[in-house]
């Protein structure tokens, strides 16, 4: 059974880092393109970051320059280094991962088959 377990989320004050980590089990997704996605109250699930299997990246406007998507294979698990944070970067953090191989990034939620329970980042004034 595939799970994917984000951490790392919690309270920050604006200006300050945080980095969330996505680790998978249940197979592996070595060849799998996989993306953050954050819905904030009220608001649609929007993604953040995404990076393919070859490591290939793609950025929200937002957050370009403050964070950086990344994946270590050999742990089977995603990253995402948050810099700068602000707060309209409060939200509840997804991590996603596509179920076909050899992907490339996707954008919209309809393209994730893997879904995480989701970690909540809040960003303090």
């Known amino acids: 059974q595939v799970q994917l377990v984000e951490s790392g989320g919690g309270l920050v004050q604006a200006g300050g880092p945080l980095r969330l980590s996505c680790a998978a089990s249940g197979r592996t997704f070595s060849t799998n393109a996989m993306g953050w996605f954050r819905q904030a109250p009220g608001k649609e699930r929007d993604i953040v970051a995404a990076?393919?299997?070859?490591?290939?990246?793609y950025y929200q406007d937002s957050v370009k320059g403050r964070f950086i998507i990344s994946r270590d294979n050999a742990k089977n698990t995603m990253y995402l280094q948050m810099s700068s944070l602000k707060p309209e970067d409060t939200a509840v953090y997804y991590c996603?991962?596509?179920?076909?191989?050899?992907?490339?990034?996707?954008?919209?939620?309809?393209?994730?088959?893997?879904w995480g329970q989701g970690t909540q980042v809040t960003v303090s004034p």
């Open positions: 996603a991962v596509r179920g076909g191989s050899y992907s490339r990034y996707g954008t919209d939620l309809a393209e994730y088959d893997y």
């Open positions: 990076i393919s299997w070859i490591g290939n990246t």
